[in-house]
């Protein structure tokens, strides 16, 4: 038994190392810094107590952020979740050219957001980018969707959704091509019509798939700011400073490490009490199998 | 499949929905094509005749180091798959197999790593790096991902699956721990080896701010870090170039993506059922 | 076990090591670089390395490292990582702020002879105006330009305007740029009069200039005060808002500065106020004739300057520091700069260098280049304070309410000075 032990600590030790000390050892040391100030030189910081989290909260940038943020996830996750279920609904019928329709829906999420973020620059371009002449065919005006207060964020929730969907569907389709297909057939034998049977079984038995996607989802709605940090840097007048980018912000334009560490603090309670309810709340509507 | 009740109007509509929104989503792509392929004076016009042309390609590749950026991004992923590899079957082994005190509570410490991606931790994971000199270079880029939670977690998963008596039978031919991993549990888990490379190669060859932090030069930085630091000019935007190079770094990817479709989606799919 | 572990470790440092290794000699310098343009710049600054390195045996390698906020944020993480670049070019405008970090050292302490302070001399003035501090000089010009505007000549002559007759005032180009502005039938606009950059980065230069045309200075010589909440300010910003509400010649919203290139070839915008460093490539890429003029003025011209310092840090050893003052004056030779500005479109950075045979040779076939230098007189430092991104930050942030009909005019200014002065309120006691 002791024996056992040991060869199982060492065999773990490599990996629990490197992951203790970028993801557990950081989130503490993340909180530790939250209440010192910002180091200046090499002087070490003074004690800050609680200062840094007043601080925040009378920075309106801050506050800021945090709406953006909850915006963003209340707009993309759901969107992104119910698209995902109605592609692969679709490419698992036998529709004509569904192997070329998931390459369509899929391909965004090869390619890097990067790359994602400059071609939707291109597209939100006023005037002559894509989205205005396609509206100009309509009668539409022109518009400056990057540069709009009012129009930047929604255009930053599509370009998240575009690059999202394609990803939680395949998650949904491998469920879909799981399910046994004697459930559809004694439905359709009771005569059951096709929407009862996707309201009554299909959906339930997707639930698992459901928590899984949903979980993804959040995580991406707080981490992924390439977006943001290529198109429009967080303006308009702030209309897109994510939390993440908040955070980054503080961080490397300003090397305000105290603000960016207490910001982190927070990031990452949201994040807890996401997954927590989360858990809590679709968990116990999952059935499992 | 028996679709009872499904009239062909109902169906066509369907066909005709999912297909529209197929192409929604290939618009973008498609018009990035379009202004990359096509001289700079018709990246806006639509004239079907436009000639096509490569000169947008040529002048993108000499405008910045992205043979290199490609190379670095190339060592990049095959040092995160390698190494993630071998640490996660060691320590998904010792959590599948091995009993010792405290082991769910530890591996219910590693599973936290997939609500807290190191993503997140930015300022502190760069600290750190600092400390250990070794800011700036590809195995700084690689370090807070080598631990991978989501690795332990599915290959443990499969593991689990893999029949006792096989284990048992290795134990009886005299074989120790790892000759006993190598040889019954590794080749029986390939299929989540291959899922999960798949899975880790497009997540690190796309990830981009970590290493946008982290890397400053040339030497070190990955595509996508290239490819922003690129498109960002003092005397404007030539989209016809930008978009020239956003699909030049794409491409790999998409190419291989392309080509292995089917393990592509195999492997995700995979990687999510529970 | 163990043999498996210690060849991974061997592989690893074995890939890593190139990337790891720095040369340490005084032999090999490592200088960042902004403005990551394609071709151009990037082959001329190689060769003007290689040439140097066959003239002295120092070894310069350029990293370019992205446009001007991208490359501070790459220099102060390297070197605050212990792995930066001797010395780098960044925004003339950000040396308070750097010296806060304490990464600086004057070239007075470098070791400027007789000869070197000749030197410092000789550059323009007004390129100067950022460099001093404490009877220091912390900085050389390298390439700066002026805000001028680029406008469209084949635009002016379908409205019926003299294209040679450029306004001057602000009344005059608000009337010139209402008549540029095109629309169709269903009134959608198909070309603005006038465009201004207004992102983060470049709202400030816009605005820099704006106040300088209402005769304002925006800040003090030793940063520590701004001059927001004043009448004139707030006249110049009403002024950049006027454009699009009460003139219409101007888009809704906030324009990219990425944009503008484009806008301007493809005949979106009929006047663009751009850098001077723009020119070559207007020179290529137009298909149509096109100019350069001055900015206007409330009363007379005015125009800020811009454009990027060469700083040296403290992180390099004496010999490297002295190694990378000897590249610097090599560069800032009349010769080279003015192949510098003849391939760039940046202004020279020394008198010295208009007298050059090749200078005088180009500006004699485009008169075009030599726009911008006449206005130097007339033009003013960019904004540079303490805490300069944050405060460039904060005028922007307002900027883009303003433009966006979130805030007036005054209301953005009196925030903006109210939010600087909370900012800028630990350096008034020096």
């Known amino acids: 038994m002791r024996r056992e032990t040991i060869h199982a600590w060492l065999l773990l030790l490599p990996a629990l190392v490197l992951l203790l000390a970028f993801t557990h050892w950081p989130a503490i040391a993340t909180l530790i810094d ?6 200046h030189g090499s002087r070490s910081p003074p004690f800050a107590g609680l200062d840094n989290y007043v601080g925040l909260t009378q920075d309106p940038v801050f506050w800021q952020a945090l709406r953006n943020n909850a915006w963003y996830a209340v707009a993309t996750i759901p969107t992104s979740i119910v698209l995902a279920l109605l592609m692969a609904l679709a490419v698992n019928e ?9 390459m369509a829906y899929f391909l965004p999420t090869m390619l890097p957001m990067i790359a994602v973020a400059n071609i939707w620059m291109f597209f939100y371009t006023p005037d002559y980018g894509l989205f205005d002449r396609i509206m100009a065919v309509f009668g539409g005006g022109r518009h400056n969707w990057l540069g709009d ?14 690059k999202e969907a394609g990803f939680f569907m395949i998650f949904y389709l491998a469920a879909l091509q799981t399910m046994p297909t004697d459930l559809r057939e004694a439905a359709s034998l009771e005569g059951s019509s096709r929407w009862n049977y ?22 991406n709605a707080f981490r992924v700011i390439d977006h943001i940090v290529v198109m429009t840097r967080g303006g308009p007048d702030n209309a897109t400073t994510l939390l993440l980018y908040y955070i980054y912000e503080a ?38 199998r | 499949m028996i679709v009872a009740d499904q009239r062909p109007i109902g169906r066509g509509l369907e066909t005709l929905g999912a297909w529209l929104l197929g192409l929604i989503w290939l618009l973008p792509l498609l018009y990035a094509a379009w202004t990359a392929f096509h001289p700079a004076i018709y990246a806006t016009h639509f004239s079907p005749l436009a000639p096509l042309t490569l000169a947008n390609f040529e002048t993108a590749w000499q405008a910045a180091p992205f043979s290199r950026y490609l190379l670095n991004t190339v060592i990049l992923v095959t040092l995160i798959l390698a190494v993630q590899f071998v640490l996660c079957t060691l320590a998904a082994f010792a959590f599948a197999r091995l009993t010792f005190r405290g082991r769910d509570l530890l591996f219910a410490v590693v599973l936290l790593q997939l609500m807290v991606m190191p993503d997140v931790l930015l300022v502190e994971n760069y600290r750190t790096v600092v400390q250990f000199h070794l800011a700036d270079t590809i195995v700084a880029i690689a370090l807070p991902y080598l631990g991978s939670a989501f690795g332990i977690f599915l290959l443990r998963q499969t593991f689990l699956t893999i029949p006792q008596p096989l284990d048992d039978a290795a134990r009886l031919e005299g074989c120790g721990l790892l000759a006993r991993l190598w ?55 030539d989209w016809s170039i930008v978009t020239a190079a956003t699909l030049m770094t794409s491409a790999p990817l998409l190419v291989a993506f392309l080509l292995f479709q089917r393990q592509f989606v195999q492997s995700f799919m995979r990687a999510g059922i529970r | 076990m163990i043999r498996r572990r210690t060849v991974l470790a061997a592989g690893v440092s074995v890939m890593a090591a190139p990337a790891i290794l720095r040369a340490q000699d005084a032999q090999k310098l490592t200088f960042y670089y902004p403005i990551a343009v394609g071709g151009p710049l990037q082959t001329i600054m190689d060769s003007y390395c290689k040439a140097f390195q066959q003239e002295s045996g120092i070894a310069v390698e350029p990293v370019y490292a992205g446009d001007y906020s991208q490359t501070l944020i790459k220099a102060l993480a390297a070197i605050k990582a212990g792995t930066g670049p001797q010395f780098a070019v960044l925004l003339a405008a950000e040396m308070h702020s750097l010296q806060d970090q304490d990464i600086l050292v004057s070239l007075d302490e470098i070791g400027l002879d007789a000869d070197g302070k000749k030197w410092i001399a000789g550059f323009y003035p007004a390129f100067m105006a950022n460099s001093h501090a404490d009877g220091k000089t912390w900085s050389i010009p390298f390439q700066r330009s002026t805000a001028i505007f680029y406008y469209n000549k084949a635009a002016f002559q379908d409205s019926d305007l003299a294209a040679e007759k450029f306004p001057t005032t602000w009344v005059e180009l608000a009337k010139v740029a209402e008549k540029l502005t095109k629309r169709d039938a269903s009134g959608r606009v198909t070309r603005w009069g006038i465009k201004m950059a207004g992102d983060l980065g470049n709202a400030q230069w816009t605005f820099g200039a704006l106040a300088n045309q209402a005769e304002q200075k925006l800040m003090n010589q030793a940063g520590t005060e701004v001059y927001f909440n004043q009448p004139k300010t707030i006249d110049a910003m009403a002024f950049w808002r006027g454009l699009t509400t009460e003139h219409h010649a101007s888009p809704e919203g906030v324009s990219n500065w990425g944009d503008l290139t484009p806008d301007f070839l493809q005949g979106n915008a009929a006047i663009i106020q751009f850098t001077t460093g723009g020119l070559p490539n207007f020179r290529a890429k137009a298909t149509f004739p096109f100019g350069v003029a001055g900015l206007a003025g409330k009363d007379s011209p005015h125009t800020v300057v811009g454009g990027g310092n060469l700083y040296f840090f403290k992180n390099a050893a004496p010999a490297e520091r002295a190694a990378a003052l000897r590249f610097a004056r090599w560069i800032s030779a009349p010769e080279r700069a003015a192949d510098w500005s003849i391939k760039t479109g940046y202004i020279a950075t020394s008198p010295a260098a208009y007298d050059t045979q090749a200078l005088k040779e180009y500006i004699a076939k485009y008169p075009d280049a030599n726009v911008a230098r006449t206005f130097l007189p007339v033009a003013t430092g960019e904004l540079s304070v303490h805490e300069n991104q944050r405060v460039y930050k904060v005028l922007t942030d307002n900027i883009q ?30």
């Open chain 1, 94 to 102: 036998a529709l004509p050219g569904r192997a070329i329709l998931r």
């Open chain 2, 183 to 237: 040889r019954v549990y590794v080749p029986l888990a390939r299929p989540t080896y291959i899922a999960y490379g798949l899975v880790s190669v497009s997540y690190h060859w796309n990830n981009f701010l970590w290493p946008l932090i982290i890397t400053n030069s040339v030497t070190t930085r990955p595509l996508t870090v290239g490819l922003a630091v690129f498109a960002t000019t003092d005397q404007g935007i």
């Open chain 1, 34 to 39: 939250s209440f010192y100030a910002t180091p």
């Open chain 1, 198 to 219: 996707f309201q009554r079984v299909t959906l339930p038995l997707l639930m698992p798939t459901t928590l899984f996607v949903s979980v993804n989802a959040v995580i």
């Open chain 1, 251 to 288: 961080g490397f334009r300003f090397w305000d490490t105290a603000t960016a560490a207490t910001a982190t603090v927070v990031l990452l309670t949201i994040m807890a009490l996401a997954a927590v309810l989360q858990f809590g709340v679709i968990g116990k509507r999952v059935h499992y």
């Open chain 3, 401 to 430: 309410a303003c433009l966006n009909g979130n805030k007036t005019p005054a209301k953005a200014m009196s925030d903006t000075q109210s939010e600087a002065d909370r900012i800028l309120k630990p350096y008034k006691k020096a």
């Open chain 1, 149 to 162: 207060a009012s129009t930047a964020l929604p255009a930053m929730i599509a370009v998240a959704v575009w």
